[in-house]
């Protein structure tokens, strides 16, 4: 291929594709006819050499063509030097066409002798010799280094044809490429004479063969580009290590690019770099560097990142952490389990500390009224809640691992931002309650759900409604549903205000039909009971019971998680199902550390209950909750708040019943204003978001935005359709066929490829798991990057490629699938068996 040809085809024409404009700036006029070149009837090329008023009124009118789809492509040609500073961009009649297209030369690797040495990598040093002698040589005097094809037993073995190649195959041969190698002798002193010419590598190895020269090449390669990408003067004990001349630097780049990210020899790079690192003690000698550059050769480097992306969050120098995180997120490094949990903790942590600073900002122009509050955190504001509940999560995936609390910083600030908006927020809601009373009339009242949006739909006979009681489902939490939920029937999302207190019997009681009208609360001894007029509704039984008596053989009822498992039976009659759902509470009660991953199991089976829905020939599914929740994760030891002084019954750590006064840590006001019928005369609760009992990491039964604002859902169900015509190929691959996990943490490929010609633009959702011999799952994808945190699930186009890290249960060890699911029917699209080998 000619160096002509090189730089049309891959060079300029990716960046015209890329944006649809390309601008060329050549004050050598070495690329006019490279550029004349690209015309066609798809593309127009303007060439202002003769008059740049003529042309920028042809390239104008160019771009309105390619905004009309009459084009797919302009390239504009500028025979001088491309604008740097502002004043010459605003010179230049074709710096708007930069600014929304692409450049050339963009940087050092645009330069001729750069493009040369990419186009010829096996003759780099003949290249540079070239340039040395003369700074603008021909297209023809390139084109002539190197004559016809050499290395004839090295292309013949091996089966390729280019240096490149070449070079390639020696490094991480395949199995007929090995074996090959081995069986012959013939091409090793072609090999030296290639790695000469392409890298100048002198070997010093003697052997002849594969394995002694493939360990001096890969040591020589990733430590030149280890040293090359090194901004600081290398360590003097490094300084007589071999590593290659600067002319080779494109060509050394390239092929550690290559081996990096092809998934053939991903595995191989990795073993390679990290035995290589042992072998010349780096991370020793280089301890005291504090720039490594920007690409990370050896594993020790991914450390050294990550570690000045924690510095700089601490610092408050986000532009910084953020672009560390930008220019590591497809680090192989951090590709590696226990590496991606560290790194996507330190995203979600910046994520998060990001809405807060923007959040407050916002919270002045919103809290002149309650009205306006509530309306500023159903748009807004409750996006800082799922931040915050995402971000534990990664703190819940990392801490056992963090033996040395090196994240301990960055888990600490985060939570302190996020507690100082919060409680920002808590004060001014507090202050207009006390005002405003509760609920507010412009709002779903929650006694009121049943009444005014299930018993309308179930008026006529045969239509069949789904009433999904879910025991603390927030409002963030129903808007993940709700975007979860779209594919399978119409779903709109309501917000509506939880009955005070925020506890479950009475948030329960407030869900069933004529609460609005007849909840009242009764004092029972120091405990409060919810009553339906004058009977008690505290258990599940009797609350079953109310919509049994109104219903009658129109009504049935279960647990969520049996009617997934297709344990509850009843008949066609049935037009009121209710199922029941406490996992999300229960968890968070009893083991709140490791809380919010329950929450994604508890969507899911919410899906799979509306699968099974459709397939039993329901029309509508109603969701509703009983209260919300908070996550007091930012509260220190102290943070706690004494009762209230008075004839008070406590209420599930956040609110009392009862009279008494108030002071300076508590509101108090007429249970009446409040929506409270019964016996209780007044409410209280602390005005802050504190507790009565210091230690809890989740709580509700009080008085804040996310214990009292919560969602209901309606969707009506798509009728049972045909199987879609579209099918998914999945292939699952562990460590290129490895079948043994070293690791708790291990990073599953995963790819979807079309099946048929119907599926090749089509969206699959897919749930990963890991289940062992008895079926049960034992591992999980980890959420976050391109695993959604709140379903656990990951959506991919025919064609995509992902890596995927699966979080083990840290007791099971032994033999498991890892399966690609369907996750709402649990249809196996593929699976792979693997076993445990922990080294510890």
């Known amino acids: 291929m000619s160096i002509e040809t090189f730089i049309r085809r891959d060079i300029l024409a990716p960046r ?10 050549d004050p050598e006029k070495r690329y006019r006819a490279v550029c004349q070149g690209m015309e066609d009837e798809h593309c127009r090329v303007v060439d202002a050499s003769e008059s740049s008023i003529l042309s920028r009124e042809a390239a104008s009118q160019a771009l309105v063509a390619l ?10 040609y500028v025979p001088a030097a491309a604008p740097v500073a502002d004043e010459e961009r605003q010179r230049d009649p074709f710096a708007v066409f930069a600014a929304c297209g692409e450049t050339f030369p963009n940087g050092d690797s645009d330069s001729f002798e750069s493009l040369c040495l990419k186009a010829k990598p096996d003759h780099g040093m003949a290249i540079r010799k070239i340039f040395e002698a003369e700074s603008n040589p021909s297209f023809a005097v390139i084109d002539a280094v190197g004559g016809g094809l050499g290395w004839p037993n090295l292309r013949a073995l091996l089966g390729v044809e280019s240096g490149r190649d070449i070079l390639l195959a020696l490094l991480a041969p395949n199995a007929r490429q090995d074996e090959a190698l081995k069986g012959s002798e013939a091409w090793v002193a072609e090999a030296r004479d290639l790695l000469k010419t392409s890298l100048g590598l002198a070997l010093k190895t003697r052997g002849k063969t594969w394995s002694s020269i493939a360990d001096e090449l890969w040591r020589f390669l990733l430590f030149s ?60 000698h280089c301890h005291s560097l504090k720039n490594l550059g920007q690409r990370d ?16 969050s601490l610092r408050d120098d986000i ?26 903790l330190v995203r979600s942590a910046v994520e998060l500390s990001l809405a807060c600073e923007d959040l407050d900002r916002q919270l002045p122009d919103h809290a002149q009224s309650l009205e306006r509050l509530l309306a500023f955190y159903v748009g807004a504001l409750r996006e800082v809640d799922r931040l915050h509940r995402e971000f534990e999560q ?16 960055i888990k600490q600030q985060a939570r302190k931002r996020y507690g100082k908006l919060v409680e920002r927020v808590q004060m001014v809601f507090t202050r207009h309650l006390q005002a405003s009373g509760w609920p507010l009339p412009d709002y779903l009242s929650n006694a009121d759900v049943f009444d005014r949006v299930v018993a309308p739909r179930l008026q006529h006979n045969g239509h069949r409604v789904a009433y999904l009681m879910i025991d603390a489902l927030r409002y963030e939490l129903g808007v993940a549903l709700e975007k979860q939920l779209a594919e399978d029937g119409v779903v709109e999302l309501k917000p509506a205000l939880a009955q005070l207190p925020s506890v479950t019997p009475v948030g329960m009681a407030s869900l069933l039909p004529g ?25 599940v039984t009797q609350r079953m019971e109310v919509f049994r008596r109104r219903y009658g053989e129109r009504f049935a009822e279960g647990r969520l998680e049996d009617f997934v498992r297709d344990r509850v039976d009843f008949g066609k009659d049935v037009d009121l199902l209710v199922l029941r759902a406490v996992e999300i509470d229960s968890h968070f009660e009893n083991h709140p550390d490791t809380a919010p991953a329950e929450i994604t199991n508890a969507l899911k089976r919410i899906r799979k209950a509306i699968h099974k829905l459709i397939q039993r020939g ?11 929740f908070f996550m007091n994760t930012h509260a220190g030891a102290g943070d706690v708040c004494a009762k209230p002084t008075g004839n008070w019954i406590a209420v599930h750590e956040r609110c009392a019943l009862g009279d008494g006064s108030a002071d300076v840590h508590h509101f108090e006001m007429s249970a009446d204003k409040l929506g409270i019928r019964g016996d209780f005369a007044r409410f209280a609760g602390p005005l802050s978001l504190a507790a009565y009992r210091s230690g809890l990491l989740y709580y509700h039964g009080g008085a804040s935005l996310q214990e009292c604002v919560v969602p209901v859902i309606t969707m009506q169900l798509k009728t049972a359709e045909q199987p879609a015509l579209t099918q998914a190929a999945v292939a699952l691959n562990y460590k290129n066929g490895a079948k043994r996990v070293t690791t708790r943490v291990p990073v599953i490929d995963l790819a979807v490829d079309a099946a048929d010609m119907f599926s090749t633009e089509s969206v699959f959702e897919i749930l990963l798991e890991a289940h062992n011999t008895k079926g049960d799952v034992v591992g999980e994808a980890k959420a976050g990057g391109v695993v959604n945190p709140a379903t656990g699930t990951l959506t991919l186009r025919a064609g995509e490629k992902v890596q995927v890290t699966l979080k083990m249960q840290m007791e099971f060890e032994g033999k498991f699938k890892v399966k690609a699911l369907n996750p709402k029917t649990n249809a196996i699209y593929a699976q792979i068996e693997l076993e445990t080998d922990y080294a510890v």
């Open 394 to 409: 990664a703190v819940s995936d990392f801490d056992w691992q963090d033996t040395n609390g090196t994240m301990t910083p």
């Open 297 to 312: 050769t050896f594993p020790f480097e991914e450390r050294t990142f990550l570690a000045n992306a924690i510095e700089a």
């Open 16 to 25: 015209l594709s890329k944006r649809g404009v390309l601008v060329v700036y």
């Open 618 to 628: 329901f029309n509508e599914v109603v969701i509703a909750t009983d209260h919300g």
């Open 67 to 76: 905004g009309k789809g009459a084009l797919n492509g302009l390239v504009i």
């Open 515 to 539: 609460a609005g009208q007849t909840l009242q609360l009764s004092k029972q001894g120091e405990s409060i009971v919810p009553m339906l007029g004058d009977q008690a509704i505290t258990t």
């Open 319 to 344: 532009d910084q952490v953020r672009e560390i995180l930008a220019q590591h997120e497809r680090s192989v490094w951090t590709g590696k389990g226990e590496s991606r949990a560290q790194w996507d």
């Open 225 to 284: 580009e280890f040293v090359f990408d090194l901004p600081e003067a290398l360590p003097a004990a490094l300084a007589d290590i071999p590593q290659a001349p600067v002319s080779a630097r494109p060509v050394i780049e390239g092929l550690c690019e290559d081996l990096r990210n092809d998934r053939r020899t991903q595995s191989i790079y990795i073993d390679r770099a990290e035995e290589i690192e042992r072998e010349l003690s780096l991370p020793g």
